[in-house]
């Protein structure tokens, strides 16, 4: 391993009766990034808010178990690291929160490279990949539904008729849906001149949000009206921080600009932008509101790598579900996290967890 020392970087994980904490010395060598190093020991800083840390202990080991905190409580937690005469300065924080996890189903398993399952809010169907083609599954009878042909799943509406698509025609993306009832897939005849970048489809399957390659701004298509509306939000957001809210009347994106940073609630009645309920202003990737609109479910990296988070709105709680990677939810609040242990060959499980 090289000379030197730049951060020893935190990982918590939480075990329900304790929480495990990883650290890993760190050294930025060259413009590559940064690449393992040693540490002698770092000092672990803690508190419940990250502008209140206190010195917690020094540690030499690359392993530790947090054992007495409180339970259903976000913690910060920070680290200096040393390593002969160089010691780091106070990292950033990262958070850990020792919880018990709720009821849960493992509802189904596949084998190392199958591609990612997308079960509808009913629990009666699955949708997923196949080579080029997206397949439906009725998990009841246990048939193949239909084949649709080449395309992306891009999730299922609140009542599970129709499961939504991402095609293409030549070099252009399309928004389409399976409709289940009719057996046939449908696109939406959004007018001629968009070039569509990205796109979110409404809860009820009925609108589409979308951005144009061309065109500034956010557009809203109904199918109903069959006519475009164009909206100027204070701050547009990435394709990965933004979503419908389960009443299908608002949109919500999460924004990290020079302004500040936080979850962004768009009221599309109104063409207005406003703050989010709970100021969030931890990285928020893949939000999906519940269909109740009581939970939030995101990626995110705050606890040092990848999980899953739940965040329960009324009651501004917490959950990590780690190593989860995708997710959806269920028409009756739970919510099925798909998780793999360690690298692209491990097998995915698919664990339905009940919110209680």
Do not use: C
Not at 281 to 294: L, N, Q
């Amino acid at each position: 391993m090289p000379d030197g020392l730049t951060e020893v970087a935190l990982r918590s994980v939480n075990h329900q009766s304790y929480v495990e904490l990883q650290l890993s010395g760190k050294v930025f060598a060259s413009h590559n990034g940064p690449v393992p190093a040693k540490f002698d020991k770092a000092e672990i800083w803690l508190g419940e808010r990250p502008d209140q840390l206190t010195y917690a202990f020094t540690t030499d080991s690359t392993t530790v178990r947090l054992n007495n905190l409180k339970p259903n409580t976000l913690y910060f937690i920070a680290s200096k690291g040393t390593r002969g005469s160089v010691t780091t300065p106070l990292s950033e924080p990262i958070v850990a929160i020792r919880h018990e996890y709720s009821s849960t189903n493992t509802i189904a398993e596949t084998a190392a490279g199958a591609s990612t399952r997308y079960f509808s809010p009913d629990g009666k169907k699955v949708a997923y990949l196949e080579g080029k083609d997206v397949l439906v599954k009725d998990l009841t009878q246990n048939t193949l539904l239909a084949t649709i042909g080449s395309g992306f799943v891009r999730g299922w509406s609140s009542n599970s008729d129709r499961l939504f698509l991402e095609q293409t025609s030549g070099k252009d993306r399309k928004a389409a849906y399976y409709d289940v009832g009719g057996k046939a897939v449908v696109s939406y005849q959004l007018p001629s001149q968009v070039r569509l970048w990205d796109f979110k489809i409404s809860p009820d399957g009925k609108s589409v949000a979308y951005k144009d390659y061309n065109r500034s701004g956010l557009f809203l298509f109904n199918e109903k009206e069959a006519a475009e509306k164009r909206f100027y939000p204070s701050q547009l957001f990435s394709s990965v921080r933004w979503t419908w809210h389960s009443d299908g009347t608002r949109l919500l994106y999460y924004v990290d600009g020079v302004s500040g940073k936080g979850l962004q609630q768009f009221d599309i009645s109104s063409g207005q932008s406003g703050a989010f309920p709970i100021a969030l202003h931890y990285a928020v990737d893949f939000p999906e509101m519940s269909p109740s609109g009581r939970y939030l479910l995101f990626s995110s990296n705050l606890a040092g790598a990848p999980d899953v988070w739940l965040l329960d709105i009324e009651n501004q709680v917490f959950r990590q579900y780690p190593q989860g990677f995708g997710f959806s939810w269920q028409a009756d609040d739970s919510f099925i996290v798909a998780t793999k242990s360690t690298g692209n060959s491990s097998p995915l499980k698919y664990i339905q967890y009940r919110v209680e």
